[in-house]
């Protein structure tokens, strides 16, 4: 069975062919260890990591020394977390972040609640954007942290950062954001944000997985972290562990490359992304694109297809790997947490579909996935008894459903 034409790029990104050349010869006669002050196997494997060091810090403006190695977003958010919190627990109890955050940041801030620290998880509106006003008044004198995410991994709903920092920064709060899915596909830049914390993975932007980086702003003000891994002092003590060289060699080069080709690749992105919108938007009716347009990811597109199962659909469509916005948690299907944060109803979750369109696919891919969705969602709808009583004009909402 051929593979399906892969239109998930969220969740993560073939490694770039030039990232994986670059990776190469640290898995073999450059094998040295980073950390061996005594030989040339071990000065070449730490200049590799310290080029790599400067491409991750170039691309989103800052110093590499600057750069904490992680093994992805998932530790960087957990270090910037749990390691501000520790670290900052005297100066306040308070932090604040979103209701739309990933998991891993959700979970994290859920365990620090558990351990006595006081969690904001601010609403977004409907356009899946943080209210800043509501953000103000949420920052008291005992908040010592915001961690709100650059953009969204679901909806690609950017947020405003620049707005967020500026406002952390008048009050003397950290701020933490989770750009696993900005980085490298739009310009992020720390200076410019007021970021104090940057989460990154290489996975996301066609590096390897189980790489990753967090930034730790050095002045104006110098956070500090309490380490979550002990152990030889890696990482200006921030992180201890032998250093992963060849990922570390793979996240520079997927970071330079995203650097020197976004303005193109954005550009090629979004139009690939609008022309399959436009698609279905102009054969669909019924059809509803979640979070704004306006402050988006160039490569996402996330729609819901009123009266169709996003799981039917997907079933429909599997020649094609996309993801649909119901979680498979333990048996049951959960509508997407992100999408209910937005006022979503269950139905609307449920028969929603992410597209997320990569540096590898073609103009004709888009124009097949439209086709095969248009198609499917047409004979899926002429199966279902509530779109047809929509067609004939009656108002579902004031129907009288029997419960038996
Ligand atoms: C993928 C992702 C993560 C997790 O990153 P890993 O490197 O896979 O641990 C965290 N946050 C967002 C927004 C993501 O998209």
Redesign the pocket.
């Known amino acids: 069975m051929p593979m399906p034409i892969y239109m998930d790029n ?3 990104t073939p490694v770039d062919p030039r990232v994986l050349d670059a990776m190469l010869p640290y898995f073999k006669d450059q094998f040295g260890n980073a950390s061996s002050r005594n030989h040339a196997f071990g000065w070449q494997a730490e200049e590799a990591v310290e080029k790599a060091r400067k491409q991750v810090a170039s691309l989103i403006g800052a110093n590499s020394k600057e750069i904490v190695i ?8 957990n270090l910037a977390l749990k390691g501000v919190a520790e670290m900052y627990a005297e100066r306040g109890n308070h932090i604040i972040t979103a209701a739309t ?5 959700l979970d994290t801030a859920k365990r620090l609640e558990k351990q006595g620290f006081r969690i904001t998880f601010l609403p977004v509106m409907q356009d899946g954007l943080v209210d800043l006003d509501m953000l103000r008044e949420a920052i008291t004198d005992k908040t010592i942290l915001v961690s709100i ?5 679901e909806i690609g709903v950017v947020q405003p950062v620049a707005e967020i920092g500026k406002i952390c920064k008048e009050r003397g709060v950290l701020f933490h954001s ?5 980085a490298g596909k739009v310009p992020v830049n720390v200076i410019a944000d007021n970021i104090d914390l940057l ?6 932007m066609y590096g390897p ?4 980086a967090l930034y730790v702003r050095r002045k104006g003000p110098r956070v500090q972290l309490t380490a979550q891994m002990d152990g030889g002092g890696h990482e200006r003590g921030m992180r201890s562990g032998t250093l992963n060289v060849p990922g570390i060699v793979g996240l520079g080069s997927a970071c330079e490359i995203a650097q020197k080709e976004m303005p193109e690749e954005s550009k090629r992105s979004a139009y690939l992304r609008d022309k399959l919108k436009d698609r279905l938007l102009a054969e669909l009716d019924e059809v509803f694109i979640n979070g704004t347009m306006e402050r988006r990811l160039p490569n996402n597109l996330n729609i819901s297809f009123a009266y169709v199962e996003g799981e039917s659909l997907l079933m429909g469509i599997n020649d094609v790997a996309v993801s649909s916005g119901s979680a498979c948690t333990s048996a049951t299907l959960e509508p997407s947490y992100v999408l209910k944060a937005l006022g979503a109803g269950d139905d609307i979750a449920h028969s929603s579909i992410r597209f997320g369109i990569g540096r590898f696919n073609t103009e004709a891919d888009v124009d097949y996935v439209a086709a095969k969705v248009i198609q499917v969602v047409k004979k899926l709808r002429e199966l279902s008894p509530l779109y047809e009583m929509v067609k004939e004009g009656i108002d579902l909402s004031k129907v009288q459903w029997t419960a038996h």
């Open positions: 969220h969740a993560t992680t093994s992805g977003a998932t530790e960087s958010n955050e990933h998991k891993c940041v995410m650059y953009a969204n991994n989770d750009a696993a899915q900005a989460s990154m993975s290489a996975h996301k997985k189980g790489i990753g």
